[in-house]
């Protein structure tokens, strides 16, 4: 049984206040707590047997969404905690004392909610997860094909101790959240730091402008609780006390909780995420597809000569069907660089999923290129092709292969149009800038 500070250690509120603290309390208390049935949905498809760390972020990231997932569900939370704390007010109006032991609570479920968002973006960063290397089709894309968030993700990607440097520092934040001593600390310095993050997904048209600005609230809500006694020591230069109050004792049934709840929280968001988010690096990097591609064909191919129902088309600047080049991944993606019209995939937001189907990260953004998955046969030398951007969902290609001497492959078939197809690749022994550089030593400059 521990003694604590009680309400009586603290000013009298104001009528004023206590209707704002109602309003506020309900507020944060729905955007923090799981009250959104879609959140137990997720909660209950997940295969516990065989935990992802795609499953804890998606837990990490939950914010509720009654009415989309936009700033107009906000208003709608708003107008529920206006109702909430009139009826509150109606029922309390005679309520002499304050909310202390509530703000301490509710400001206590905010600082967590708000550390586990930062640690599972802060060890996505540290791992190099959340803006890989850039795959080969990227790197024979023209600048200009693509989008603002895609240029800047890329320009993140080819800097990965710069990226881990970022990780280090919003998990550092994070965890600082989880001490009572350095709450305050923690939520001015994420103020900061996901201010920046807010105004880059405004100016680089990134996907989580309304959640990066949920994370600056829930940070601006810790710390409103120490800024009068910040202002008075920092501007007005006078002595300040900090404010040390902690509910009054607990029987040994709530301390327990209260420890155990702590403790899973720390274990689960922190210790099991980063062990599995590390092995996620090594092994199932998210962003690209997990199934292998053919053998021995990774890399970029010139289109040398290209046949449409038997008719020969010279390269071309302009016309649509005639490829300019592909390029064969690692992993099971085929892309093909035209003059077609690319409807770009602008989605732009942070899904951790296992299916190689919903990872689109490389086509993202990105123009010039059209991308596609493939299935392939190789006993028939067979290749199924499908569009991999939901704008052309319904492409398919199926064609055969022939790899002549390891530098060229024979494609033939039907294009999506149903035409036929007789396309001869010739790989290209090229070079990259980036890639280069990294083999030679660090600090010297690169000799081209």
Do not use: C
Not at 98 to 117: C, E, F, G, H, S
Not at 267 to 278: C, D, P
Not at 293 to 305: D, F, T
């Amino acid at each position: 049984m521990t003694t604590a500070s009680t309400s009586a250690d603290s000013p009298v509120w104001t009528n004023v206040e206590k209707i704002v603290f109602r309003i506020f309390f309900i507020y944060f208390f729905i955007q923090a707590i799981p009250v959104d049935w879609k959140f137990y949905q997720q909660l209950f498809s997940i295969n516990w047997a065989s935990l992802h760390y795609g499953d804890i972020f998606t837990l990490a990231h939950y914010s509720p969404q009654f009415t989309g997932d936009g700033f107009g569900n906000w208003l709608f939370i708003f107008l529920l905690a206006v109702i909430g704390a009139t009826a509150w007010t109606i029922t309390d109006k005679n309520r002499t004392t304050n909310y202390d032991r509530l703000y301490y609570w509710i400001r206590t479920v905010v600082r967590y909610r708000l550390a586990i968002a930062l640690v599972a973006y802060g060890l996505l960063k540290v791992f190099n997860l959340q803006s890989p290397y850039p795959s080969l089709s990227n790197l024979n894309t023209a600048y200009g094909d693509f989008n603002r968030w895609k240029l800047f993700s890329l320009s993140l990607g080819i800097v990965p101790s710069y990226e881990f440097f970022l990780g280090l520092v919003e998990t550092t934040f994070g965890l600082l959240l989880l001490s009572r001593k350095t709450a305050s600390i923690g939520a001015f310095l994420i103020l900061v730091f996901t201010g920046n993050v807010f105004v880059s997904n405004i100016a680089y048209d990134g996907g989580q402008v309304v959640y990066s600005f949920y994370l600056i609230t829930l940070a601006f809500f810790v710390i409103a609780h120490d800024l009068q006694r910040l202002f008075n020591l920092l501007i007005l230069q006078k002595p300040t006390a900090p404010h040390k109050y902690i509910p009054a004792s607990e029987k040994p049934w709530q301390k327990y909780l209260r420890i155990g709840l702590k403790s899973f929280a720390v274990f689960f968001f922190v210790i099991l995420y980063g062990v599995k988010t590390w092995s996620g690096s090594h092994k199932d990097s998210y962003q690209y597809p997990n199934a292998k591609g053919l053998a021995g064909v990774s890399g970029i191919y010139n289109v040398s000569e290209y046949r449409v129902n038997g008719q020969a088309l010279p390269y071309s600047q302009t016309d649509p069907r005639r490829w300019k080049d592909v390029v064969f991944e690692t992993w099971n993606t085929v892309s093909i660089r035209s003059s077609r019209p690319v409807q770009i995939d602008s989605s732009n937001t942070d899904r951790l999923t296992e299916a190689d189907s919903l990872r689109t990260y490389e086509l993202e953004g990105s123009g010039g290129r059209h991308y596609y998955s493939y299935d392939a046969d190789t006993a028939s030398h067979a290749l199924v092709l499908h569009n991999r951007n939901k704008n052309y969902a319904s492409e398919t290609l199926h064609l055969t292969y022939a790899k002549t001497d390891g530098k060229q492959i024979v494609l033939t078939g039907t294009d999506q149009n149903n035409d036929s197809l007789y396309v001869v690749l010739d790989k290209i022994d090229k070079k990259y800038l980036l890639k280069e550089a990294a083999k030679q030593h660090r600090g010297k400059a690169l000799k081209l």
